[in-house]
Nanobody, 122 residues
Framework: VQLQASGGGLVQAGGSLRLSCAAS????????MGWFRQAPGKEREFVIA????????YYADSVKGRFTISRDNAKNTVYLQMNSLKPEDTAVYYC????????????????WGQGTQVTVSS
């Protein structure tokens, strides 16, 4: 599975962005999908994930009520809708695919996209 993240950019605090992650391969619908982020000087951290079917989601406390994840298996794409953005959301955002299920541990994910920069100005 190859993953291509897009949709990042510069936005003011309180604004919104939608990230997309397009996957190649016929087995996309077999994978749980997650988003992680990494700010300069910090470790990569879990943001949000969705099960292969889309029926279950898992959120980091820091984004609950602001971020939403969804997927379209027919389009091999997963989306991250980010609302009420804060300067502390500034990071490179990565999408990832996990064969084994819904998780928050980066080491449990099998495939990673290249990342897209999100910058939130105050």
């Amino acid at each position: 599975v190859q993953l291509q993240a897009s949709g990042g950019g510069l936005v003011q605090a309180g604004g919104s962005l939608r990230l997309s992650c397009a996957a190649s391969g016929r087995t996309f619908s077999s994978y749980a999908m997650g988003w992680f982020r990494q700010a300069p000087g910090k470790e990569r951290e879990f943001v949000i994930a969705i099960s292969w079917s889309g029926d279950s989601t898992y959120y980091a406390d820091s984004v609950k009520g602001r971020f939403t994840i969804s997927r379209d298996n027919a389009k091999n794409t997963v989306y991250l809708q980010m609302n009420s953005l804060k300067p502390e959301d500034t990071a490179v955002y990565y999408c990832a695919a996990d064969r084994s299920g819904l998780g928050s541990y980066p080491g449990g994910y099998d495939y990673w996209g290249q990342g897209t920069q999100v910058t939130v100005s105050s």
